[in-house]
């Protein structure tokens, strides 16, 4: 039996979804991450935890925690290698791969990306017969 997921307005925002300025962040609520609303469980029921944390190590069927706010991991695919330049002061962005993930909250679909190094530190550019396929790790399954 699966753990059943409820909302509730927030109660450091009361639905705002913004809160104290600060400069780093804006208005931005920390207690629900902007969104309005937090995942409760129901009564009697054990509270829902991230299984991770970082969209770095984040596997299919994970739930991941960002900014306050749960998403479940649902498919990983590779994507051609870009890198995305950036402002002078700024390290260029750069991915390889496509997180599809659901919000928690309201069910809806989201697409993260992120890039993967080989061991020796070097940004994996992605071969064209990988773009597309499911990631299992950083292996791929056809």
């Keep these: 039996m699966g753990i059943a997921i409820n909302t509730k307005v927030c109660t450091r925002c009361h639905g705002s979804g913004s809160h104290s300025f600060n400069l780093k962040d804006g208005t931005v609520c920390y207690g629900c991450g902007g969104s309005?609303?937090?995942?409760?469980?129901?009564?009697?029921?054990?509270?829902?935890?991230?299984?991770?944390?970082?969209?770095?190590?984040?596997?299919?069927?994970?739930?991941?925690?960002?900014?306050?706010v749960l998403y479940k991991v649902e498919e990983i695919r590779w994507v051609p290698y870009t890198v995305k330049p950036s402002l002078p002061s700024e390290p260029s962005r750069h991915w390889n791969q496509q997180?599809?993930?659901?919000?928690?909250?309201?069910?809806?679909?989201?697409?993260?990306?992120?890039?993967?190094c080989s061991d020796e530190g070097i940004a994996i550019n992605t071969p064209e017969e990988w773009v597309g396929e499911i990631v299992v790790g950083k292996g791929i399954v056809t």
Excluded at 38 to 65: F, M, W, Y
Excluded at 108 to 113: I, L, P
Aim: charged content about 30%.
């Design 99 to 116: 997180l599809k993930v659901t919000r928690m909250l309201d069910d809806k679909t989201y697409y993260f990306k992120r890039v993967v």
């Design 36 to 68: 309005e609303k937090v995942v409760t469980t129901p009564k009697g029921q054990k509270k829902v935890r991230p299984t991770c944390n970082s969209i770095h190590n984040a596997a299919a069927g994970d739930i991941l925690e960002m900014s306050c």
